[in-house]
């Protein structure tokens, strides 16, 4: 039960990033370059596909339960400075939202990463 329990958190912790990573990092990328340009990201069409690959190949490690050590850590290396670049406004409620949605989704990899699994 736990197995199945387990997969199911990966599935749905992952899905954001690996649908985010593929459709609007890499797929349809031109929106997410512009407005990452207008925060002042530098070479905003480059850092959006790398940070593309980080989220996708973060996602589908975890997806698949295979080296998520190091798929968490990508998933907190793009989030960490996202969050902090990009949703710095809050004095506009949806930037806050957006804050607050991705400091929750660091809440994951996070209690991956410093959980005692010897306990």
Not at 8 to 30: D, E, K, Q, V, W
């Amino acid at each position: 039960m736990n197995k199945w329990l387990a997969l199911i958190g990966r599935i749905c912790f992952s899905a954001i990033f690996i649908m985010s990573g593929l459709m609007s990092h890499l797929i349809g990328n031109a929106g997410a370059a512009k407005y990452a340009g207008a925060m002042g990201v530098p070479y905003p069409r480059v850092m959006v596909a790398v940070s593309g690959v980080m989220i996708l190949a973060g996602g589908l490690m975890i997806l698949l339960g295979w080296m998520t050590t190091a798929g968490a850590w990508l998933i907190v290396l793009f989030l960490v400075p996202t969050t902090v670049m990009m949703h710095r406004n809050f004095a506009d409620q949806m930037q806050m939202t957006m804050f607050m949605k991705n400091l929750s989704m660091l809440g994951g990899p996070f209690s991956s990463l410093f959980t005692d699994r010897a306990s």
